[in-house]
Each structure stands twice: as structure tokens, then as C-alpha cells.
């Protein structure tokens, strides 16, 4: 029973146990369900502020990106465009796009322009239907492309096999030039062969780089020239029109084309079939940008996530204006002195060449070198057209070579036929004094008949030259070597215009070329070397015969810009490259006679008027005893005045001898020495000199009565004369019977005054008692001994005596004023007295003279007269059309033919002090 | 990085936040789900505990009746009977109260096993009766003898 009892206890305090530790358990549960619901319901509040935290990163991330993207656009919203050849369109703007999801921050989605890489950059693929949207993004394109880089920087070229004329309106480029827009390609071989040329020109760009890593643009800021060109291939429709081998070539261009300044746009329509076998579209897209237009709008490959509204067109009608700058375009300036290479000054020697530095190619000097015997290069043919920098040309190769070589190495021989005033500051005129020591002659407004005697010269040169280098070999350098102490410089001949020469099919044209020609082929032997340059080749119709004999002693070419048929004129029958120049100061430059495959492109340094004024002082200073040697220039459009003869008459010293014979200057000859001209007054039967014609033009062109010739040419006559006699008694008529304007302009009375100044004795008749001195002549001369003091008559218009047959009987007369005059000419001389008269007319003069004083005048000066007033006074083969102060001598005497002169300008206003003292010091 | 590359790069950042933004609250999410899945893993861990006490305590009553099946099958826990309520100390926890439970256990074993059989019971009732009569017997003696005295 107890055990029974003890079991149920047992039994009661295990149900017990059992309830509580059932109890405990649900406790336990209870309490744990609670704490996790606690947990749960911390980290939910937990969970919401992070979830709010997150937006506000989002927010502040959205923030900075929009704020980090208006940045970016602003900055490359600015481009440093400023109208300069060296701006290209790297980028173009094709519109603005917008996102096309909502930002976190749940503001506004930005709209911001879309720019597209491209010049020096990258090509662009653009695909989509044809259609407005397409048409309008590439002329867009183009259009930025123009506006955006240099003038005249950029040649557009297309392939529109499919005729969609996109580009049309881009037309007026190529009248500008050619090859700004070059004709689209359209059949399949005109495909193949255009890509075939970008080709060529990428790879001659890349022989450009030298292996550097760079841009087109780079290289060009790097150098300071616009080298390279810059062109921009378009193509609608790919893959129409494009055989296999044009699909390669255009994946080549695109591939090795942008680095180069080559950029392709290609328009892919997905209407158009690949030919089987080539590139895929994918391949092209590998090497662009890509640009796709569907239905749902424009989207940009490199800006994805937005979508783009492409911006209006541009308007079109701008592109005139474009052309209008392209004709305009200039290259950079590269300074002259820059250019040069460090040299010292005038240290040179030409024993073996002549070198000049003239521009730039790239980073690398342009030199030319004349005169080597490994090279054979011996002179330059240079061309141009109006205003592409030509004159700059010759004045940067000239100075090159001066600053290089002292006056005793190289001297210059400079023609310029052109009426600008390019080589005036090199002459001996220019003021301050800086006058180029190397310059022998310089020839400005030079005249066909100045230019001939140069050329004349030069020969004779040439020819005295030859026989000193006989026994010591063949050319100049084998000579100076031998005998190094012997001076023999090179001499360089500049012709500027020098078609002017043989503009006339007449003796001095064939004089000259056939100097010319004799020069070109031989010259170089002796140290002689040519530079031609002219804006024309093409029409010299007189050269024909000799054009190709000639040009091919001139194996350097330089082309500025010209036109086509100019550009093979002086080049070569195939090469226009000269044509396809952008800019004024861009120049071609051919070592192998214009051979295409030898050109190369340069810049001109720039060289400025006052810079090269500067260097010439400093040339002059330098050059020590050579600085007295100013050079002899000729002015084709200017007569030296009495002032200026200052020289020329201090030449003429008195002589002791008051029997020796003088000589009446008259003017200057027309050639390299510019010498005083003077006709000799002896004793001889004859020896009076008759001045005919008009001593100015009737009216027109400039020349006024203050430039009488005759009046000039009787002026320094005189002026000479006395400073030939001074004291000595001898006697000085002045007739002036001008009329009363042409005497006051020609300062005639003081001019008499100043004659007085001399010591000759003066005495000067008017018309109101000339009659009277002519009939005195008859008896002077009959009383007249053969050692009495000169007696010269100067009369100025002569053939105004109204009464010169007119016996006056009612006086008592028993000559007449001709009497005077004949006994005079036929008698005069061998007592020392000499008539020098100016008629302007040769029918009065014939008058005056008649059957009794025919054939008395040795000495006749034709000023104004007609050709066939010149052919009764010289011969029938005389040709005379004076152009300028230009005279005709003819010293029947001294010689068989004539000979051109430039007379004496009367005296000047302006210089009646300065020749007064002159006279006085005389 | 000149200026094309940071246009470039700026449009294409912004461009992407939409994205970036969402899959960061994607992440968010997710981390949440995982961490509110731990919280109720780890105390799921714990509340499953609680049960398995529970189950322990039908486990100790099967294992009490069982026990007491031995002893003339009778049924003297009902687990179909409602558990008595008891005064629960509060410092009480889970494992004192399963190991009273199981002393609880040990103990009505112990008093099973010494609890007789029914047979057991008969001889011992008849044992007992003897040794009653006996002991009646030895009382009634006493009882007389001091009676006797008395």
C-alpha cells in the first residue's frame, strides 16, 4: 500500500514537474515571440531611415553628377575658335539631348548639347533611312566643319552613288578652288579611285609626323604652319556604290585617315546590301562614332542613355561667305630672322654654293642651294599669282643669301619689271642710307631696254670671266680654288616679271633672250645664277621657240598659288599642285624640274619692311669698305634729276686744258652703270646737238611741264658745260624761249641765276630780242678766232622764233635771224661756238635748218616724236615708242645707231638751294 | 582627361543613375530581407527550443504512464488531462524545470519499482493480514496481561 501510495505521489509531483516545465516552456516562447517582434520592429525603423539615407545619397549623387556634367559642358561649350588657319572642327554640334529616365532626385531632366568628335579626331557613322533628318545632320556636320576650321583649311569630298546631291549647296567652295569640293564620287570606280587618293595623301601626311604620336593639329601648333590638309570624306547610302576593294580602302581611310587630318562621315541605310564578301557595316562602326535615327528618335553611341533632337539646320546661304574667306586665306607669319639658321653675320663663303633658307616645311627649314656641283642646281624659276606673296618670296631669299654672304662673295643683279615698289628700299635712294651692299644694279619700273642691257652686261661678264678662268678649269669653284686670292663673286640675277622682257617681238626682246638662254646654259660655270620669277608663264608666246631650252637649266621651282594652267606652266604638264595651294605665303617647292612626285609643301618666312630695312643697316655696317659702294639704280618711271647728278657732274672736272673738248651732259644711259651720258662738243664741223620733239606728253599720264625733257636734258647740258669751264671765259647763251608756264615750272630763271653762279658768263635773249641775237650770230662768227673763250648757244625752243627768215628790211637788216643760225651750224665749231636747241617739232626744225645747214648737226636727241618722225631721223628700221623719260641719242659721229637715254629732270623747285651750292662747290 | 572625355564621361555618369540608384535599393532590400530573415531565424532557433521543452514534458508523461502501466497497466496521467496549473517562480528557467521533471520522473520509476505486483499484493495483503492477526493477537495479550495487572 505504501508503495502504491508513493507512486501516486510520485506520479503527482512528476505531472506536477511536467506542468511547470510546461509552463516555463510556454513563458519562454511567449517572451522570445516578443522580443523578436520588438527586433523586427527596430530594424523596420532601421530599414526606412537607411532606405531614406540611400535617396539622399542618390539625391546628392545625382547632384554632383548634374553639377560635374554643366561643368563639363560649359567647358566644352567654349571652343577657341578665332578665325585663324590653325581652328579645326574637332567637334561639330549635332543638337541637345535629354535622358530618357527620371534622375533620383525626381527633378528635371537635363538638356544638354551633343557634340560629335571629328577633325583630328575620329569619322562618324551614321545610320538610319535616308531622309530629312539624315540629309540635315551632315550638312550640318559639314557646315560646322567649314565655319569651325580656318579658312580654306578643309577639302570636302563625297560618295553619292545614289545622287542625294546633300552637299550641293556647299557649291560655291569650288570656285573658289577645286578642290574644296571636289565633284562627288558616284560609279564605283570614281569610288575606288577618290579613296585611292585619301589614301595617298594620308600616307604622304604620315611621312610627314616622322614617327611622332600626334594629331594633325598638334603638329600644325606645334610648328606654327597649317602643313597637311585637312579633308573630310562624306558618303551616303554605304554600302551602295562601294566594291570590295573600295569597302578596304574606306575601313584604311577611317582607320589611319583621322590622326592625319582625315575624317570620313558615312551614312549606312540599311536598304543597301553589302557586296558579298566585304567588311561588314559593324567593321566601320568599329572605327566611329555612331550615330543611329530611327523612328523613336536620335541616339548617340558615345552618349548613352539619351536621346538627342537634332538642332535646325544651318543656314546655307552663309556658304558664299565661307568662300569668301577661303579666297582670303592667309598662312601664318614665320618670322624671317626666326626662319634663318645661326650663322654669323656676312661670314659665309660661295666657293662651293650659294645657300638661302626661305621657309619652313613642317619643323624643318626650307634651303635651297645654288651652285653645287653635286646638286647641279643652278637657278630658280619662280611663279605666283597677284598678291599670293611673291615679292615677300623674293625678298626672304634675297636677304638670306645677303645676310649669309659678304658683297665680296655674292653680288646681285635686281630687275623689277612690275610697277610696285618692292625693291625700291634696296637701292642707294632709300632713306635712312640702307641700301643693300650686295646689290650691283637694281632696276625698278625697269623697262625692256634697261632689262636687255643688264642681261648684255651680265654676258660680257660671263664672257670676261670665261677668259680669266682659262688654265684653272671649268667653273667658278675649281677657279677660286686654284687661286683663292683671286675676288670672284657668284652673282645673282633676279628677275621679277621678267615675261615684260620679251612682251614685244622686237631686237631687244630677241637681244634678250638670246642672252638669256646663253646665261641659263653657261652661266652657272662661271657663278652666274638666275631667278625668274613671273605671276604668268603660260603666254610668253616670244619664248616659245626657246621656253623649254630655257626652263630646263632651271631645275628648282617655286609655285605660290596660281592657277592650274600656270601651276603646269611652271611645274610640270602633269602637276597642278600649285593650283590646290590654300594661302597666300604657302609655297610649292620642286627640286626636279616640277616633277609631281617631288613636291613639297612650305610656308614663306614673313619678312618685314622695317625688319628687313634694319638687317641691311646692319649689312651695311658690317660690310666695311664694300658700305661706299652704293648700288646703281634705275628707275624706268623717274629721270634723275640735276641734284642727283651731283655725282656725275663732279665726274666732270674742269680741265686745265681750255682747248680740250667738253662735253654736254644730257642724261643717263639705260643700263647697269647708269652712267652720264654727254655728247662731245669739239671743234669738229657738226658737233651741235639738235633736241627734238616734245618734251612732255600733250596731256595725261602724269608727266607735267616740270618734267620737261628737252628743257632737262639743255639744263644739265649747260650746267655741265660751265662746271667744265668755270672761270675761263667761256660763254654761256641761254635763248628761253619757252613759254612762260613750261619756263616758270622749269625754274628757269633761277636756273640762269645759278648758271651765273658758275663763272661762266651768261646772257640770256627772250623772244623779245632773240630776232636780233640770231642775226648778231652771223657776225660773231665770221669775227670769231679759233682760240676765242667757247661760245655756247642754248636755246629752248627754238622753233617759237616766229620771224626766223624774215629779213627786216625796214631795219636795215641784211640776214636773216636762219643766217645767224646757219653760220652758226656751219661754221661754228671750228671757232668754239656750239648751238644745243631744242625744237619740238621736226617739220620746223627741218624748216630752220633747210638745204644750207642740212647734215650740220652730229648730234640729234629725240624725245617725243612719232615712229616715223624717228625713222626719218635715224633709219627706217628704227623703233621708238618712248614709254617714261626716255630719250633717243644719236652721236652721227661716235656711232652707227642709236642709243636710248633717260635725259635729266629740269631743275626742281625743291632743289634750287641744293643745286646752287653744288654749282658753287664746283 | 581633356574636355571631350569629360563631357563624355559626365553625361554618361548621369546617365547611369537611374540604374545605379535602383540597384543600390535593390541591395538595400535585399540586405534588409536577409537581415529581418536572420532576426527570425535566430529566434525561431531559440522558440523551437521552447517547444521541444514542451514536447520533453508529453515525452515525461508518456514515459510516467508507461511506467505506471508496469504496475497493474494503470493509467494514472492522462494526457488528455489538463495540465495543473502551478506557481511558477520566475527565476525558474527551462532547464531546472526539465531536470525537476526528469528527478520527477526518476523518482515515480523508483516508486514503480517498488510498488508489488497485483499478485505480489495478494501475498503480501495475505502476509499482511497474518502478521495483522499476529500483531492483533500479540496487542490482545498485551492488552489482557494489562488488564491483568491492572
Known amino acids: 500500500m505504501l508503495g502504491r501510495a508513493r507512486t501516486i505521489r510520485a506520479t503527482q509531483a512528476l505531472v506536477d514537474a511536467v506542468a511547470i516545465l510546461h509552463q516555463v516552456a510556454d513563458r519562454d516562447r511567449q517572451a522570445l515571440e516578443q522580443r523578436r517582434a520588438d527586433d523586427l520592429k527596430q530594424l523596420r525603423a532601421g530599414f526606412a531611415e537607411e532606405a531614406g539615407d540611400l535617396y539622399e545619397d542618390h539625391a546628392a549623387e545625382t547632384s554632383r553628377r548634374r553639377t560635374a556634367l554643366n561643368d563639363a559642358v560649359t567647358t566644352f561649350s567654349t571652343p577657341q575658335h578665332d578665325g585663324g588657319p590653325f581652328d579645326v572642327a574637332e567637334y561639330v554640334r549635332l543638337g541637345q539631348a535629354t535622358l530618357d529616365t527620371d534622375l533620383p532626385d525626381r527633378a528635371a531632366s537635363p538638356t544638354i548639347p551633343v557634340w560629335a568628335p571629328l577633325l583630328d579626331h575620329g569619322n562618324l557613322v551614321l545610320t538610319g533611312s535616308w531622309s530629312d533628318t539624315v540629309a540635315g545632320l551632315i550638312r550640318s556636320m559639314v557646315h560646322q566643319t567649314l565655319t569651325d576650321s580656318g579658312p580654306g583649311q ?68 606645334e610648328t606654327g604652319q597649317p602643313i597637311g590638309t585637312y579633308q573630310l570624306l562624306v558618303v551616303t547610302d554605304f554600302p551602295a556604290g562601294f566594291s570590295r576593294r573600295a569597302t578596304e580602302g574606306l575601313l584604311n581611310v577611317m582607320r ?49 542613355g539619351w536621346t538627342m533632337t537634332p538642332d535646325p539646320e544651318p543656314d546655307l546661304t552663309t556658304t558664299a561667305d565661307l568662300a569668301e574667306k577661303a579666297r582670303g586665306a592667309q598662312a601664318p607669319q614665320i618670322d624671317f630672322l626666326d626662319c634663318q639658321p645661326n650663322v654669323d653675320l656676312l661670314s659665309d663663303v660661295s666657293t662651293h654654293r650659294l645657300t638661302a633658307t626661305i621657309g619652313r616645311a613642317g619643323q624643318r627649314p626650307v634651303t635651297l642651294t645654288l651652285g653645287d656641283e653635286i646638286d647641279q642646281r643652278h637657278n630658280i624659276l619662280v611663279s605666283g599669282a597677284v598678291g599670293q606673296g611673291k615679292s615677300n618670296l623674293l625678298m626672304v631669299l634675297i636677304h638670306s643669301l645677303a645676310m649669309r654672304y659678304p ?67 671649268d667653273n667658278i669653284t675649281k677657279y677660286r680654288l686654284a687661286d683663292p686670292s683671286h675676288r670672284m663673286p657668284r652673282i645673282l640675277v633676279v628677275i621679277d616679271e621678267f615675261q615684260v622682257l620679251f612682251d614685244a617681238d622686237d631686237d631687244t626682246s630677241e637681244r634678250a633672250l638670246a642672252d638669256l638662254e646663253r646665261l641659263a646654259r653657261k652661266g652657272r660655270a662661271y657663278g652666274i645664277h638666275l631667278v625668274l620669277a613671273s605671276q604668268t608663264l603660260s603666254g610668253i608666246t616670244s619664248m616659245l621657240t626657246k621656253q623649254d631650252g630655257i626652263f630646263a637649266q632651271f631645275p628648282i621651282r617655286l609655285a605660290l598659288k596660281n592657277s592650274a594652267a600656270e601651276s603646269r606652266a611652271v611645274l610640270d604638264q602633269n602637276n597642278t599642285a600649285a593650283a590646290r595651294l590654300r594661302y597666300r605665303g604657302e609655297l610649292l617647292v620642286n627640286l626636279d624640274f616640277g616633277d609631281v612626285e617631288s613636291n613639297r609643301r612650305a610656308t614663306v618666312c614673313w619678312a618685314q619692311d622695317r625688319q628687313l630695312a634694319q638687317l641691311r643697316q646692319r649689312l651695311c655696317d658690317h660690310s666695311g669698305a664694300d658700305h661706299s659702294r652704293r648700288p646703281t639704280t634705275f628707275d624706268g618711271a623717274h629721270a634723275p634729276s640735276l641734284a642727283e647728278a651731283h655725282q656725275k657732274l663732279s665726274g666732270i672736272r674742269r680741265s686745265p686744258d681750255s682747248t680740250a673738248a667738253r662735253s654736254a651732259l644730257l642724261g643717263t644711259t639705260v643700263d647697269v652703270r647708269s652712267e652720264p651720258v654727254g655728247f662731245a662738243l669739239t671743234a669738229d664741223n657738226g658737233r651741235h646737238l639738235a633736241v627734238v620733239g616734245a618734251g612732255a606728253p600733250r596731256s595725261g599720264s602724269g608727266i607735267s611741264e616740270a618734267d620737261n625733257q628737252a628743257v632737262g636734258a639743255l639744263q644739265a647740258a649747260a650746267l655741265s658745260l660751265a662746271a667744265q669751264h668755270g672761270g675761263d671765259g667761256a660763254q654761256i647763251v641761254i635763248v628761253d624761249l619757252l613759254p612762260e608756264t613750261t619756263s616758270t615750272a622749269c625754274n628757269m630763271n633761277e636756273f640762269t641765276n645759278i648758271l651765273g653762279t658758275s663763272g661762266v658768263t651768261v646772257t640770256r635773249y627772250d623772244n623779245k630780242n632773240v630776232d636780233d641775237y640770231l642775226i648778231s650770230l652771223n657776225d660773231m662768227i665770221e669775227s670769231r678766232q679759233p682760240d676765242d673763250a667757247p661760245v655756247y648757244v642754248v636755246a629752248f625752243g627754238l622753233d617759237r622764233v616766229r620771224k626766223f627768215r624774215h629779213l627786216d628790211m625796214a631795219r636795215g637788216a641784211t640776214v636773216t635771224p636762219a643766217d645767224g643760225v646757219h653760220a652758226l651750224l656751219r661754221d661754228g665749231p671750228p671757232v668754239g661756238a656750239h648751238l644745243l636747241a631744242w625744237w619740238s617739232s621736226l617739220r620746223v626744225m627741218n624748216e630752220h635748218l633747210g638745204l644750207e645747214a642740212s647734215g650740220t648737226v652730229d648730234g640729234i636727241l629725240a624725245l617725243r616724236v612719232t615712229s616715223n618722225d624717228a625713222q626719218d631721223l635715224f633709219g627706217p628700221f628704227t623703233v621708238w615708242k618712248p614709254d617714261g623719260p626716255r630719250g633717243l641719242l644719236h652721236d652721227r659721229v661716235e656711232s652707227s645707231e642709236p642709243s636710248v637715254i633717260v635725259p635729266f629732270r629740269p631743275l626742281m623747285t625743291a632743289q634750287i638751294d641744293t643745286v646752287r651750292q653744288m654749282v658753287e662747290q664746283l | 582627361m581633356n574636355g571631350w572625355d569629360a563631357y563624355r564621361q559626365a553625361a554618361a555618369h548621369l ?18 530581407e536577409q537581415r529581418t530573415e536572420s532576426v527570425r531565424a535566430s529566434f525561431e532557433h531559440e522558440i523551437e527550443h521552447t517547444y521541444e521543452h514542451k514536447q520533453k514534458c508529453n515525452q515525461l508523461l508518456s514515459d510516467g504512464r508507461d511506467e505506471l502501466r508496469r504496475v497493474r497497466g494503470q493509467v494514472l496521467i492522462d494526457r488528455s488531462e489538463p495540465l495543473a496549473d502551478a506557481e511558477i517562480d520566475p527565476r525558474l528557467d527551462i532547464r531546472e524545470a526539465t531536470r525537476r521533471a526528469d528527478v520527477a520522473l526518476d523518482e515515480l520509476r523508483t516508486a514503480v519499482s517498488k510498488q508489488k505486483s497485483p499478485s505480489e499484493l495478494a501475498g503480501d495483503v495475505a502476509g499482511g493480514v497474518g502478521l495483522l492477526v499476529a500483531f492483533a493477537t500479540v496487542v490482545l495479550v498485551i492488552t489482557l496481561i494489562v488488564i491483568q495487572f491492572i
Open chain 1, 256 to 304: 589611319a585617315g583621322p590622326a592625319v587630318g582625315v575624317s570620313t562621315i558615312v551614312h549606312v541605310d540599311p536598304a543597301f546590301r553589302s557586296t558579298p564578301g566585304t567588311p561588314a557595316v559593324d567593321t566601320l562602326a568599329s572605327q566611329a562614332e555612331t550615330i543611329a535615327v530611327t523612328d523613336q528618335g536620335v541616339r548617340t553611341g558615345w552618349l548613352p
Open chain 1, 407 to 473: 658683297p665680296s662673295e655674292l653680288e646681285m643683279h635686281l630687275l623689277d619689271f612690275k610697277e610696285g615698289v618692292t625693291l625700291e628700299p634696296l637701292g642707294a635712294r632709300s632713306s635712312p642710307p640702307s641700301w643693300l651692299p650686295h646689290a650691283v644694279s637694281i632696276g625698278l619700273n625697269s623697262d625692256r631696254t634697261y632689262g636687255a642691257s643688264v642681261l648684255s652686261h651680265l654676258v660680257a661678264e660671263f664672257e670676261r670671266r670665261a677668259t680669266l678662268m682659262r688654265g684653272h678649269g
Open chain 1, 154 to 221: 578643309v577639302r570636302i569630298r563625297s560618295v553619292d552613288p545614289s545622287v542625294r546631291s546633300a552637299l550641293a549647296a556647299f557649291s560655291p567652295l569650288a570656285d573658289v578652288r577645286d578642290d574644296l569640293l571636289t565633284p562627288p564620287a558616284t560609279s564605283e570606280h570614281e569610288v575606288e579611285e577618290m579613296l585611292q587618293g585619301l589614301l595617298a595623301d594620308v600616307r604622304a601626311t604620315v611621312d610627314m609626323f616622322q614617327g611622332r604620336r600626334s594629331t594633325l593639329g598638334q603638329l600644325r601648333r
Open chain 2, 15 to 32: 546617365a547611369e543613375m537611374p540604374e545605379e540608384a535602383d540597384a543600390d535599393v535593390e541591395r538595400l532590400a535585399a540586405d534588409q
